[in-house]
Nanobody, 123 residues
Framework: QVQLMESGGDLVQAGGSLRLSCAASGTILSINRMAWYRQAPGKQRELVSTITNGGSINYADSVKGRFTVSRDNAKNTMFLQMNSLKAEDTAVYYC?????????????????WGQGTQVTVSS
């Protein structure tokens, strides 16, 4: 069984930094696209950043220059370094990944979500 688990969320003052981690576990063959999403109270979930297994990266305009995404393919882990945090960055941050794994005698490709980690930025 494949699982994604985020960690690193916390309460931080505006201008501060946090580093989120997303670890995938299970019988994983490979991970294609990985992404960070966030959802603030009363708002729709929005894409924050994506990173492919080849290293192609994209950011939402609202976080460009402040957030940096990276991944360790050997450890099936993705990170989000968040600097110069603002109150509007407050949200639950979710990890998403397209994972190829082995189950039931065949290889499968599915999209997985983590349970989310809370980031709260006080102004």
């Amino acid at each position: 069984q494949v699982q994604l688990m985020e960690s690193g969320g916390d309460l931080v003052q505006a201008g501060g930094s946090l580093r989120l981690s997303c670890a995938a576990s299970g019988t994983i063959l490979s991970i294609n696209r990985m992404a960070w999403y966030r959802q603030a109270p009363g708002k729709q979930r929005e894409l924050v950043s994506t990173i492919t297994n080849g290293g192609s990266i994209n950011y939402a305009d609202s976080v460009k220059g402040r957030f940096t995404v990276s991944r360790d393919n050997a450890k099936n882990t993705m990170f989000l370094q968040m600097n110069s945090l603002k109150a509007e960055d407050t949200a639950v941050y979710y990890c998403n990944a397209e994972i190829r794994y082995f189950s039931g005698g065949i290889y499968r490709l599915d999209d997985y979500w983590g349970q989310g980690t809370q980031v709260t930025v006080s102004s």
